[in-house]
């Protein structure tokens, strides 16, 4: 019997407020989308102008969803888990492009509310149901990159 494992932990802070929209149908889910930017281990000294951050795409459904737009915003430092979802879709242009995201299982503060401002609102965490699944809706595809995020992302 052969075990397979994709889990994924993050700690970093919010890149901007989450991008959060709602599937289409009887029962809309929250669909939050975000990125973390989280600090390398070790700079490289011959090169202090190298990249020190990674900027990691997370998103997040249903329950998550809703707790990442109540509580989230930019700045927020939290503590991810989840795992890593890739896929593919193909652009306007017509070019094949590759995704890569976390998809979040478990999300909670990693700072004091002090630290926070207090804008936590007294929440601590959101942990998905045991056996849970967050499927991508199929209506839903994959979603345009938002407006304005090309400025964030490492690589042109």
């Keep these: 019997m052969t075990h397979k494992m994709n889990k994924v932990i993050l700690m970093g802070r919010l890149t901007r407020d989450p991008d959060v929209r709602y599937s289409q149908g009887e029962n809309p889910m929250a669909i939050a989308r975000y990125t973390l930017a989280v600090d390398r281990r070790f700079a490289k000294r011959d090169n202090p102008d190298a990249q020190t951050a990674d900027f ?16 989230l915003k930019k700045g927020t430092k939290i503590c991810v888990s989840g795992r890593i979802q890739t896929g593919s879709y193909t652009n306007k242009d017509g070019v094949k492009v590759y995704t890569t995201d976390v998809v979040v299982e478990d999300q909670e503060f990693a700072e004091s509310k002090n630290a926070q401002g207090g804008a936590q609102g007294g929440a601590s965490s959101y942990s998905a149901p045991q056996g849970a699944e967050t499927p991508m809706p199929a209506d839903e595809g994959f979603m345009n990159i938002p407006d304005g995020i090309e400025e964030e992302l490492p690589f042109s």
């Design 56 to 71: 990691i795409g997370c998103v997040a459904f249903g329950r998550a969803g809703e707790f990442a737009e109540r509580y």
